[in-house]
Structure formats: C-alpha cells, structure tokens
C-alpha cells in the first residue's frame, strides 16, 4: 500500500501541485453520505455538468452500475479505473483522477478496495466534491492473512457481491446524489427502492435454493464470493487469496485436491480478471469442469450487474446440485 500511495503522491502533486498528507488505512468511515473524506455540505444548482446531469466520478465498474441505476438519466458517470485494468492491482496515475477536480460525486467501494482514495479526494481540492464510501453500515469480513493486512489491510473488500451487501451500498449512493441534488430527491428515492427490490427478490429466489441444496461449498479461482457466502450459508475455497493474488504451493495443492475429491467438487470456478491456469490445473487433477463466474470489477461480456450476480448464483446453485 505505501508504493501505491508513494506513486499517486508524486503524479498527482505534478498536475495538481497541491501538497498531500500521510496515507493511512482504517476502520470504515462513519461521516454522512456514507464517507470518511471530506465533503462540502449541501451543493447548489450548479452541481450539474453539461446537459443539466450531474457529474458523478466512480472507482470502477460495479459502483457505475449502482450510480446508474440511482441515477439514470440525471447523472453523467464516469470510471477511474480503466476498463479491463485489475482493480487490486490499480495505482492510478495523475490523468485517472483529473475528473475528480470538476466531479460533484465520488462514490467509492471502499473496505480498502481503494487504498488510493483519500489521497485523491486531498489531491482534487474541491470545496464541492460530495464523498461516499458506499460500503458504510456493511459489516466487513476481516482479513486473517498477516500478509494480506500488511499490503491491503484489515478487510475483505469484495461486498458488492453480496446482493445485501449491494443494497447498503446502492442505499449510500442514493444519499449522496440527494445531497448534491436534492431538487432530485423524489426521482433517485424511486430508482433506488426500485433497484432494491431486484435485490430482494433475487436474495429471497436463491435463499431458498441454496437452503435446499445438498451441499454448501465451492471452489474459486479467487477468494472473491466471502460476502455472497455469508448472505446464503455457503462456504468458499480458493486457490488465490481475497486480493487475486499468490499461486498455491505444492502442498497447498495437494490439500485443495484433497479438499475436492473428500467433497467430491465437480466445477472449479475461474474469473476473467484473474488467472486461470492455476484452477484449470486444479480442475484436470480432480477431473472437475472450469465455470467462468462474474466479480463485477470491470465490464464483462455487456451484461448487467443483476444478470453477472444472477448467473453467478445460477451456476453456484448448479454446482453444489451435482453429484461427484
């Protein structure tokens, strides 16, 4: 985490030549609108960008969707993080965060998926930039990998694919559009108890799949699903850790094959945005099939979050029905 905000402090003190204070990481923020940065209060009419919409910056691509769905129409959104960039891995330059300077939203994950947040917040040094760290209110899952805290922190970061988790989220975003834009409030109230209630009854759909089915862990690529887990009572194995990082060793190989053929494992799951070789190596030794499975960190295949997590689920749900 230092060398990422060792490298944002030098781009952006070039562009913006506004001095930056130490990097720091902690518990989720408790200010309003869901932030822990700093925000100007109440915004005015001119909070909108060209067209009369409003000028909404997000981290990457699952906060757009959340943002879009809130907003549609009235908002104009664009991403930091740039397409098919791994999110875990981003150390954004001086030229990813100049929108930040005429935003009037920032919405971010938070969790420490955005170890560069506060820095850029500092750097854009806009008296009318509305924060919001959208996971505020979530209870985190806490990293027990020391390495893992030392270079990331002390949170799992991956809570927008827990469909709960997304509902506190989209919750926050809602709060925060109102707050630059309360001329809005009726329209984003609507969109956002609209979004919500998909939600729900996909939660409510898969909730009663997943009570019934025979057996209750999976397999991944990436330890990414520890949220959508703890939503349904499931149990994930992986053979990357939380941050898509790390291959297994030969013996933790050896115990993941082990773990497969004891809970006879059928179908490994791989994710686009991280390696597969490993899990496809994995699969041959058990003779398992690969999956493909969504982590909504980048746009995949044009489909939206709603049908990602859903197939998702479709193909966990699948997976713990087969027999080995």
């Known amino acids: 985490m230092l060398k ?19 990097c720091g990481s902690g518990a989720p923020g408790s200010s309003e609108a ?48 740039p397409a098919g960039t791994e999110p875990h891995d981003f150390e ?8 930040l ?16 947040a506060e820095k850029a917040v500092q750097s854009a040094n ?25 270079e990331h922190g002390q949170y799992d970061p991956h809570i927008w694919l827990s469909l709960k988790g997304a509902e506190i989220e989209v919750k926050n975003i809602r709060t925060a559009l109102v707050k630059a834009d309360p001329s809005n409030q009726d ?26 089915a025979p057996k209750k862990s999976f397999v991944t690529g990436h330890a990414a699903f520890g949220y959508l887990c703890r939503d349904f009572g499931l149990e994930q194995n992986s053979v990357e850790d939380t941050f898509a990082e790390g291959e297994p060793n030969a013996q933790q190989l050896s115990e993941l094959v082990q773990y497969c053929k004891q ?23 058990v003779g398992a099939k690969v999956e493909t499975i969504y982590t909504v960190e980048g746009e995949e295949e044009g489909r939206t979050y ?10 966990i749900d699948a997976s713990l029905e087969e027999k080995g």
């Open 187 to 212: 329209y984003y109230e609507k969109n956002c108890n609209d979004f919500v209630s998909q939600l729900e009854a996909l939660y409510t759909e898969y909730k009663k799949k997943f009570q019934a």
């Open 92 to 99: 954004p330059k001086a030229q990813d965060l100049v929108g």
């Open 4 to 22: 990422r905000c060792t490298a944002l402090l030098l781009c952006a003190a070039a562009v913006l030549s506004v001095g930056l204070s130490a």
């Open 126 to 150: 806009n008296p009318d930039l509305v924060t919001v760290e959208a996971s505020k209110g979530a209870e985190p899952i806490k990293n027990t990998d020391a390495g893992e805290i030392k």
């Open 263 to 285: 809970h006879k494992v059928t179908t490994i799951f791989a994710e686009d945005m991280a390696s597969p070789d490993v899990s496809k190596t994995l699969a041959q030794e």
């Open 101 to 116: 300077s005429t935003a009037k939203v920032f919405v971010y994950s938070g969790f420490g998926m955005e170890a560069w």
């Open 306 to 315: 709603l049908e990602r997590v859903k197939s998702d689920l479709d193909k």
């Open 34 to 81: 869901g932030s822990s940065l700093p925000s100007s209060g109440a915004a005015s009419a001119e909070s909108k960008a060209s067209g009369g919409k409003l000028k909404v910056s997000v981290s990457f691509n699952a906060m757009k969707e959340f943002t879009e769905a809130v907003g549609k129409e009235k908002v104009e959104v664009s991403t930091i993080i």
